[in-house]
């Protein structure tokens, strides 16, 4: 069981730049596991944005990629957010697993991300 707890979620204007923050409660990096950050807008399905593989590879989504940058130690992930756009606008959450991170089984409760225009 791997609980993890999101920080770092505000509110700033467009172009303005976000870190948000995971603490895991076990070794998370180079541990086995799968992180990942996911997002939920109003109204919308929950995506995936990034994620840091098993083998500490990185992945974007398309959305952010070149503005978003993950990195992760033994039990924390961040998600350092530049160049904020009002589509960026969503629950964020930090989840894990032992596989892709396509269906993660830990997950955080989330924190607000709000960007104005």
């Known amino acids: 069981q791997v609980q993890l707890a999101e920080s770092g979620g505000g509110s700033v204007q467009t172009g303005g730049s976000l870190t948000l923050s995971c603490a895991a409660s076990a070794r998370t990096y180079s541990g086995g596991y799968c992180m990942a950050w996911f997002r939920q807008a109003p109204g919308k399905e929950r995506v995936r944005v990034a994620l840091?593989?098993?083998?500490?590879r990185f992945a974007y989504a398309d959305a952010v990629k070149g503005r978003f940058t993950m990195s992760a130690d033994k039990t924390k992930n961040t998600l350092q957010m530049n160049d904020l756009r009002p589509e960026d606008t969503a629950m964020y959450y930090c989840a894990a697993d032992f596989s892709t991170c396509s269906r993660p089984i830990y997950w955080g409760r989330g924190t607000q991300v709000t960007v104005s225009s």
């Open positions: 840091i593989d098993k083998f500490g």
